[in-house]
């Protein structure tokens, strides 16, 4: 809730005229509490949840009009009800443990400082941070996602969001309510280190799922704006993690490719797009599947 009752109010404190976007945020939230308004990741999250990822269910079902040369495995085919099932999964996750989540964890908010005041952020400022968030992020779910591949982190936890070996945009949150719990630190772990607005934080909420469910959507789309950000994983990335699934000693990064690079976490991967390549320059290699499926069968390498 604003400390003031008017705009020059709110203009006289911050020693100028509001902006456009300052003038909408004073008359959006000048009532409203703070709790009030961090509640809205509840909404934001029911949203994204189950609309970003409907375009990728029609272009699942329309596979034969031409997007099927997209689909990093080709030879997996999904119903629109196994798809339903899988966002039925995911809302009930949803009910029982994202959204009590985000019920109690406003004291965290307000104990690490996220403020809702004016002078809004400027885009630099907001740009910078949503950066450091995805940064501090990416680095320590990597390693939290290494633990979850050795032998009693995915038997006991992570194994439930492999079930999707070639994924979906609606499996993205899709995991064991204990993995939901866990990589909610590497989220919270950078607005914690270098806290901003609440206009930030429902960005970074937004973006890092919206990421997710891009990286799940089994599919390299060409025109992925995502394909311009440097060191970005991406679809084809992440598809392939699932695809090798728990033996798999590669690709556990989030978003990035950095951490897989210094720590040796990608040799599986590159040496797959090496035979890929060699595939298609028409060399004939062992233990090639006949081009039924977008990867090679080798072993995923081993890291140590």
């Not at 976007?21 to 809205?40: G, I, M, R, V």
């Not at 996602?145 to 194994?159: P, S, T, V």
């Not at 934080?201 to 025109?223: C, K, M, N, V």
């Amino acid at each position: 809730m604003l400390p003031f009752n008017t705009i020059e109010e709110a203009a006289t404190f911050i020693g100028r005229n509001l902006t456009t976007a300052e003038t909408l945020w004073f008359n959006y939230s000048a009532k409203k509490s703070d709790y009030y308004l961090f509640c809205h990741n509840i909404l934001f999250l029911f949203l994204i949840f189950s609309v970003v990822p409907l375009p990728l269910v029609l272009v699942e079902l329309m596979r034969a009009l031409g997007f099927d040369k997209y689909k990093i495995q080709p030879k997996v085919s999904l119903s629109l009800s196994e798809m339903f099932q899988c966002y039925k999964d995911v809302m009930r996750m949803f009910i029982l443990v994202v959204g009590p989540l985000q019920l109690v964890s406003f004291p965290s908010i307000k104990m690490i400082g996220i403020r809702t005041g004016l002078p809004l952020p400027s885009l630099w400022e907001i740009v910078a941070q949503l950066t450091v968030y995805f940064m501090i992020e990416d680095y320590t779910n990597y390693w939290i996602h290494r633990f979850l591949h050795g032998k009693w982190g995915y038997e006991k936890i992570h194994r439930v969001h492999h079930e999707y070996t070639a994924p979906i945009g609606f499996a993205a949150p899709y995991a064991h309510w204990l993995e939901v719990l866990i990589l909610g630190v590497p989220s919270f772990l950078g607005p914690a280190i270098a806290p901003g607005h609440m206009i930030t934080f429902w960005l970074w909420i937004a973006l890092r799922q919206i990421e997710a469910i891009e990286t799940h959507s089994g599919y390299d789309f060409p025109w992925t704006p995502t394909r311009f950000i440097p060191f970005y994983g991406g679809a084809d990335y992440h598809d392939y993690h699932h695809y090798v699934g728990g033996q798999s000693q590669s690709n556990f990064a989030s978003v990035f490719t950095y951490c897989d690079y210094i720590y040796g976490t990608d040799k599986g991967y590159r040496y797959h797009k090496k035979v890929l390549k060699k595939l298609k320059e028409g060399s004939k290699i062992d233990g090639a599947r006949n081009g039924d499926s977008y990867y090679y069968p080798a072993q995923d390498l081993k890291s140590e």
